[in-house]
């Protein structure tokens, strides 16, 4: 039975994509099979993975609005053990499309419970937004992960996705807790970094990860690639980073 995991942050920019796509990658790496689903209409785990987001005739799309099965619309990545629910483009108009639908919030939750057995992992890549995608998502999950950018305005914002995660778990998903929080993007080298890492702790507590992910330039190239880092260059910090993230999230030290 697969343990889901939603990376959620209204915020644009603070890592969720390649946290998703690298911690999918880290964790099928150590014989886990995992499933990757891309809820964002941008499709940059799409793409990240190395499918084409433009020509993909599979999609998130067709399971949430088509009612297609969500079985035939998954793909077998490139990574051993590696699975891909894509997006594209036709998924930005999902969310004005989902208002309509009858159980809209539960559409995902619906179609992950038929592959759940399959799968020792999922994890869903949300749009920067807390839109009816992102409720999808975190009504479907088991716990989510915040990675929060270590830059100016890091904790803002933050009130709204816990409020937005309590109403969830009020309403929609009772069994939803907080996975943990990544802190992403840091940099030893300047005061502000540190200062975030302390308010964070602070507020987070023991939620926080131990692993912080330090900025590393062979993780923005990565993308561009289709590959994970731990494809594209194993032996950079990036790789190193995540590797030990997704030990800490396995729980093996
Ligand atoms: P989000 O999905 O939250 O919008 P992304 O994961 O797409 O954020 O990251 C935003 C940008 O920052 C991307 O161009 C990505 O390649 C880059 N990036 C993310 N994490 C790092 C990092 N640790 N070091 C350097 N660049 C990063
Ligand atoms: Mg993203």
């Known amino acids: 039975m697969a343990k889901i995991i939603a990376i959620a942050n209204q915020k644009g920019g603070v890592g969720k994509t390649t946290t998703a796509v690298n911690l999918a990658a880290c964790i099928a790496s150590f014989g886990k099979k995992v499933l990757l689903v891309d809820i964002d209409p941008q ?18 799309y067709n399971v949430l609005i088509d009612e297609e099965s969500i079985n035939n619309n998954i793909i077998k990545t490139k990574y051993e053990n590696l699975f891909l629910l894509p997006s594209n483009i036709q998924l930005a108009g999902a ?13 995902l939750k619906n179609a992950l419970d038929e592959v ?5 992992y999922i994890f869903i890549d949300c749009p ?21 950018q270590c830059e100016y305005y890091a904790l803002e914002g933050l009130g709204q996705l816990m409020n937005t995660i309590g109403l969830v778990k ?10 943990g929080v990544l802190l992403t993007m840091f940099d030893a080298r300047t005061n502000l970094s540190i200062q975030v890492v302390e308010e964070v702790k602070k507020y987070f507590k023991d939620k926080v990860y131990r692993t912080i992910i330090p900025r590393n330039v062979r993780l923005s190239e990565a993308p561009s690639h289709g590959k994970p880092i731990i494809v594209y260059d194993s032996k950079s910090k990036g790789a190193e980073v995540y590797m030990e993230l997704a030990k800490e999230v396995l729980g093996i030290d």
Do not use: W
């Not at 499709?43 to 998130?60: F, L, Q, W």
């Not at 920067?128 to 929060?148: E, F, K, M």
């Not at 009020?170 to 996975?179: D, F, M, P, R, Y």
């Open 170 to 179: 009020k309403h929609l998903n009772k069994a939803l807790e907080v996975e």
């Open 95 to 107: 969310e004005i499309e989902l208002v309509m639908v009858i159980s809209r919030e539960y559409k």
């Open 43 to 60: 499709g940059n785990a799409t793409s990240g993975i190395g499918v084409d987001k433009n020509t993909t005739e599979k999609s998130i």
């Open 128 to 148: 920067p937004s807390l839109g009816l995608l992102t409720l999808n998502a975190l009504t479907a999950a088991d716990t989510v992960l915040v990675p929060i």
């Open 116 to 120: 759940k057995e399959e799968f020792d």
